[in-house]
């Protein structure tokens, strides 16, 4: 089974701050992961666990991406890529699938493609269908748990209201919104010692061959016109609550006062 | 001058945006000729039938602030959705096509975005709009790329300038707004469901309902539905959240939350800590990352307050319970109680008497 894990760096957006000027203050913070990432390598690492394979992570980003690549080695990716250009900056949703279809239909031969189901700076969720669509591959989104019927993959979808449990026909791009808890199925200090050992190869837009205006902001169908900070804050109003009982009452005498 | 619009022949015409004699307005190729917005009317089954989502209003009333221009609306489904053309009618849906074909009675989401691209082709709008529920994500990113044109998800703003469509979106977990619009036609865009406000609905409205044949390429291989899922729980309809973040460190808080919810009338959220931990399904998450929740009161339970989980909390009052202080949680709190969390939640379960 070949398998590529397609996954994101991003900035951890709980810290960032906005400053008295409502100006984002980006400096000091840390590049992680994106979370839906890891859910989405982690699955891989399962299915290979049961049916065996080789897993490629895969990310489009600055040279700093290479980071995030590491740890997805340390979690189980056999080798990885970077997908690393100054003219692939900016590139919107259409533009980021249109540089990793094209990376995959050069260079990769695959059953499965895992994404994380969103990256929590973007929260799109639109790059696995459209790479779906580019590659012509069968789109299963929501994906949370799977399971083996024979050699049959079976996977289930969570739409709020509805779970769905379908079959997975490769070629098809799997979007992951859960699975093992991020907390668990830490690397061992052995796999941390042979993530050092494996491959990170880097490719640029023109051993991709594709043109200036296919990719980044010219390849980009939507644009950024402006940008703000919101302002979030009210009043506050602090009340000491040493005691939890008093505490207890109070609140339910807000919500008594609803009805 | 009166009545001239510019495209006259004649030499001695001082109108300043005459054009070159001989030439005609038509012969401008650069002009798109799109225009009407489409609309996917997207159903939910239940035990009471099939109803339009609740988004569904909302994106037409929108629809309709921005333009005058038609409006369409796609619906999948057997005979039974007949009794929705109504009401989609009574909204302001100019023309409804209806794709009745036996498999797409169930939800296919490449078919779905199939038989969308196909329609287009026909009726070249010059917008989509589609609710940012979990199937509409789907379906419209699908479609975007069917159609190799842009798509703005989950917006929370829409204006127009002229027939192009200005989208605002909150990125970087809620840390900026950006406004964003396409360089193609159609333009799409997903909005998050929950926005904008519905039109009131008029009866007297009329619209035309066409049948349309459609044969999907491929379908889903599915092998088994749970409509009603027993563990979903909706947040975004509760009155009151009593919402659970990382300061709550035992799961059996979670079991006494849940329990204080049943005997309140409650529902019980989440912020994106204890998601990652596995312990609450994504759908309870609130935040930009997760879902938009509007209730009237908000209980903030040991939740730090990143600005993404902020971003997604627009309730009447909001109380922040947290043992540090300093938490940014209190910066949107109406009310912040410096306490022990879990200990307040189990001595709400043991007080309350119902």
Known sequence: MKILVMIKQVPDVSLIEIDENGILQRNGVPAILDPFSLFALKMAVNIKKKIGGMITAITMGPLQAKEALVTCLEYGADNAFLLNDKDFAGSDTWATAKVLSTFVKNEMEFDLIFCGMQAIDGDTAQVPAELSVLLNAELASYVNNFKMDGNKLLVSQNYDRETRWIEIKSPAVISVSGGTPLNEGLPSIEDYINARKKSIQTRNRIDLGLGAFSAGINGSHTKVISSMSPILSKKRNIVDGNDPNAAAKYILSLAEELK | ?354
């Open chain 2, 1 to 354: 001058m009166n009545n001239c619009n510019g495209s006259c022949s004649n030499e001695n015409c001082s109108n300043p945006d005459r054009l070159p004699p001989g030439m005609l307005t038509e012969y401008d190729l650069n002009q798109e000729t799109a225009l009407g917005t489409l609309i996917w009317a997207e159903t939910i089954s239940d035990k009471d039938g099939i109803h339009i989502h609740k988004s569904v209003p909302e994106i037409i009333g929108k629809a309709k602030e921005l333009s005058d221009d038609r409006l369409f609306a796609i619906i999948f489904g057997s005979v039974d959705v007949k009794p929705l053309y109504n009401e989609l009618f009574s909204y302001g849906i100019d023309s409804l096509y209806h794709i009745r074909n036996k498999d797409l009675e169930t939800y296919h989401p490449e078919a779905y975005a199939e038989a969308i691209t196909d329609l287009v082709d026909r009726i070249k709008p010059a917008t989509i709009l589609i609710s940012g529920t979990p199937r509409g994500r789907e379906v419209a990113p699908l479609t975007a790329a069917m159609l190799q044109t842009g798509l703005t998800a989950d917006c929370t703003a829409l204006t127009s300038n002229g027939r192009q469509l200005i989208m605002t979106r909150p990125a970087f977990g809620g840390n900026i707004l950006a406004t964003i619009s396409c360089n193609k036609f159609p333009q799409m865009a997903t909005v998050r469901p929950g926005t904008f406000k519905p039109l009131e609905p008029k009866i007297e409205r009329k619209g035309t309902a066409i049948s349309r044949p459609f044969t999907p390429s491929r379908l889903k291989q599915i092998v088994n539905l749970e409509n009603e899922n027993d563990n979903f729980i909706d947040i975004t309809d509760a009155d009151i959240l009593i919402s659970l973040g990382n300061g709550i460190k035992d799961r059996s808080t979670i079991e006494e939350a849940e329990q204080l919810a049943k005997k309140m009338g409650a529902k019980v959220s989440c912020s994106r800590a204890l998601v990652e931990k596995g312990w609450f399904p994504h759908s309870r998450q609130v935040g930009q990352s997760g879902r938009n929740v509007s209730p009237k009161l908000y209980l903030a339970f040991g939740i730090s307050g990143s600005v993404q989980h902020k971003a997604g909390i627009h309730a009447d009052k909001v109380v922040a319970i947290n043992d540090d202080p300093d938490a940014p949680i209190h910066e949107i709190a109406d009310v912040s109680i410096i306490g022990n969390a879990s200990e307040i939640i189990r001595k709400m379960n043991s007080q309350f008497h119902h």
